[in-house]
């Protein structure tokens, strides 16, 4: 065995799985339960082992891929109604018939709530043999009837097979789009319009409509990146006409107008991206979650166009606004942290291109002490977050403290390996700039440090680093 096998699989490892491992080691019997619970926590914490202890070692690898394997991961309900079908195997063949039979009966109600089709037809053949043991005189009605339940089962099983295929053939175009031909985007179309919309209420709100939001966004990202707009608007007319969406399923239907909007905001169509968002403010959500989400994404989407049209003084109006009807996210930031940090740097940002500074730095500050840089999902949101500081402390004209947090973020920056040509650029201009006292000269100095900004860096890797359009603030001066 390669001795980096070993280390993989415990890299791999969640916390939950760690501690239920050890759990699980610690059940065994034997001696040697120390030496392999030791041999694990070295190589969780340090990455590395001895190459003394080979059997040891093969043998801590193989009771972790049979702890893997036996540990559940499988969906609840789903492990539950396996379990129950294996119950009635069991009472059945041990002749239990009245105790089978109870059991078979809550079990299919189960698996057709949550739609567990093939333990469904297990169940029914149970049930038929359950019914040819009574002597009844409507036994052929009664088999009739549980053959018709299998009928409809393995037709749903045939649209999901149905789905699956759809959905591996969009991700496939989505995986290969740059090696395809035109036309194969259009035999996707044809297929997708081709494709069975369950249009029983209950179906129509679950697994299919799920399955199919996922398709569509993948083939709708493939389709964004080979810019075939006429077929983008197809396809949203395709998804907006499903019979249960925007009642049952709003979730769904704000993302694909959301997704929608995308292509509209990209070509410049404000009008119809206008009209969307409209449409989208229209929507009723279902759950205290969903308010949430909606009401931060319809402020994200007002918060663009604002940008788009320059409005920025409006920007801290519509943040406000927002932030009220996000209280609850004010109250569990941890809960929601998407949110809350996304809401915070966006009112950062719009207070500071308001030039509303003071509310701007304290919106960067909530930020820089709810995420650390240890948050590795927000690192780059916590280093956004001090470069604007920066830029917030040089329009308040604050230059002794500026000074100052040019060179602890300076240091920060290296510290931590994330210093970059653009930040040294933005840095240094900075320092320059503070000695700038003519108008004249301070204007030169922003059209040398834009020219640099344009050699070094494209404009989407700009917005990747500042997290808005830096050019927005040089213009002031330029």
Known sequence: MKS?????IVKSLSSIEK??????????????????????????KHGVYSADGASVKNYLYNTLLDFLENF?????????INKSVKRAQLLYGRGIYNSCNDLVMDACQKAEKYECYPQLLQLYDIKLLLIARKNDKNLGEKVEDVMNDKATVIKKIDIQTHYHRLFILVNNFYAQYQALKEHTELLVIDEWKNTPLMQDEKHAITFYSKFYYHAFHQLYAAILK??????????????????YMK???PSLYFNVLSTCMLAFYQRNMFDRYTGLLKKAETIKPLTENDRINFTYRIYKHHYDL???KHDYKRLPEIGEKARKQLEPV???????SRIYIGMEFSLAVGCFLAAEYKKSQNHVNLLLNTVTANQESWQYMYYSARLLQLLIFYEMEDYTYLNDLIVSTNKYFRRHHVLKPVHLLLMNHLKNTMLAFGKNERVEKFKAFKDELEKLSTPSDLHAIFQFDIYIWVGRYV
């Open 306 to 308: 604002l940008m788009v």
């Open 226 to 243: 080979k810019d075939t707009f006429q077929i983008k608007q197809d396809i949203f007319h395709l998804w907006e006409a499903h019979p």
């Open 19 to 44: 501690g239920e491992f050890k759990k699980h080691v610690r059940k065994l019997s034997g001696n040697s339960e120390k030496q392999y619970i030791s041999l694990f926590e070295n190589i969780d």
């Open 247 to 249: 009642e049952k399923n």
């Open 4 to 8: 980096d096998k070993l280390i993989q």
């Open 72 to 80: 559940s991961v499988v969906d609840p309900i789903e492990d539950s």
């Open 330 to 336: 004010y109250i569990s930031p941890i809960h929601y």
